[in-house]
């Protein structure tokens, strides 16, 4: 059983893709024959349930940004030094932040191999979080901290292709290997759309379009609010329905009173994975969605599970998603041609059978399992080839001079 040391700046209860992808493959990497244990911050309240072989770090509150931790560093550092004493074969490092340069100090001390998931597009967070530093310098700054640390890991493993050959893009040079985040085959398990509809008080026919993920300025959400108003030339009946929390709720609603949109856009804050998550899926007519920073996009993934008709723009990780025949209708990032890809699904009910058939017949190649699979067998490269190095590097200075060395 191979033994791995787990560090993220962010977990649950926090909601989002790098907190989903860490708890969908330690769900299945027990059955790869990979054990793990992961370190974390903790938030305020009790300990979400499950949370077994879990290290929670005493953390603070992020200014300006509510819903993060921010691990406190003596902490942190106590909290790795209880785990010294377990034999771990390697870390596993899934942010840039503390977890990063504490991962990459654990792992040099123990004398093990460490590796990076590459979850964020940190060029696209920077220029939202810091917007008054020019966008040019932010891009270079982003690129080098990128390469940094980078360098400092065995290996990285990327969620997508494009995200693959954007680090190789900015002069990365450690092995990359690709490998998503699948679905659980509890995502297959069809949601009720009316239950949600009557908990919301949505009329049974009317056009529901939905987007869950988190609120946040660099999704582009404000896109879709543009499209939604093209959209209701046509059907003055159709509702968006936002699911999710983040730091941009305020201002798009905002936006929405002053395009006149009012009660025909619904936020719904976070819903419960075990099932109203499913059955707000199951409400929608249509999943519209046009990040520009998705890594993945696993909420795709979800509602194409759920047999949800989508329609997105393609950008970076989205775009190894969208192929043809998954059951989408990949749009221009432009408002009225977006609308009109929605509008053809909600007056055509035959394509949106069709869409709904191909999407649910695709999701299913994205078994958790497999890719947990695909994981376990890179950390076993990555740990045979440590120690051979490390075994060359042990012997390279008893090792005799060639003949014609000079001296």
């Known amino acids: 059983m191979v033994r791995v040391l787990l560090l993220s700046d962010v977990y649950f209860p926090r909601v989002n893709g790098v907190s989903t992808s860490i708890r969908t493959f330690r769900n299945d990497l027990p059955a790869a024959g990979v054990a793990s244990v992961l370190l974390a911050p903790n938030y305020p309240g009790p300990a979400p349930e499950g949370d077994s072989d879990i290290v929670r770090v005493a953390s603070s509150g992020v200014p300006r940004d509510p819903e993060d931790r921010r691990m406190h560093l003596g902490a942190l550092r106590r909290a790795l030094t209880g785990l010294r004493s377990e034999a771990f074969d390697l870390v596993h490092i899934h942010t840039p932040f503390l977890a990063h340069y504490a991962g990459v100090r654990f792992a040099r001390a123990a004398g093990i191999p460490a590796v990076v998931t590459y979850h964020t597009f940190f060029e696209e967070y920077l220029h939202h979080y810091v917007p008054l530093l020019p966008r040019a310098l932010g ?55 009316e239950r949600f509809r009557d908990r919301f008080g949505i009329a049974r026919k009317r056009p529901l379009l939905l987007y869950v993920g988190r609120v946040a300025h660099e999704k582009n959400i404000g896109f ?51 099932q ?114 490390s075994a060359r590097a042990a012997a390279a200075p008893h090792q005799a001079p060639s003949p014609d060395s000079s001296c």
């Open 224 to 274: 879709l609010l543009r499209a939604f108003v093209e959209l209701r030339h046509t059907r003055r009946d159709a509702l968006l329905v936002i699911a999710g929390e983040g730091p941009a709720r305020e201002s798009l609603m905002a936006q929405a009173a002053a395009l006149g949109l009012g009660a025909d856009v619904t936020f719904v804050g976070y819903l419960d994975r075990e």
């Open 139 to 193: 891009r270079l700054l982003a690129r080098r901290f990128t390469r940094s640390q980078c360098a400092q890991v065995q290996a990285l493993i990327a969620p997508s292709e494009p995200m693959r050959e954007l680090l190789a893009g900015y002069g990365v040079s450690t092995p990359i290997r690709v490998i998503p985040t699948g679905l659980p085959a509890d995502r297959f398990v069809a949601g009720d759309g």
């Open 276 to 389: 109203g998550l499913a059955d707000c899926y199951a409400a929608a007519n249509v999943f519209v969605f046009a990040s520009r920073t998705e890594t993945q996009g696993l909420v795709l993934l979800e509602a194409l599970a759920q047999g949800r008709p989508v329609v997105s723009t393609a950008h970076l990780g989205t775009a190894s998603i969208l192929i043809p025949g998954c059951g989408a209708r990949v749009a221009p990032e432009e408002p009225v041609a977006f609308a009109r890809l929605v509008l053809d699904i909600l007056e055509d009910p035959e394509r949106a059978a069709h869409l709904s058939e191909q999407a649910r017949r695709y999701a299913a190649t994205w078994s958790s399992a497999l890719m947990a699979d695909r994981l376990a067998e890179l950390y076993r490269e990555v740990i045979s080839s440590h120690v051979l190095a």
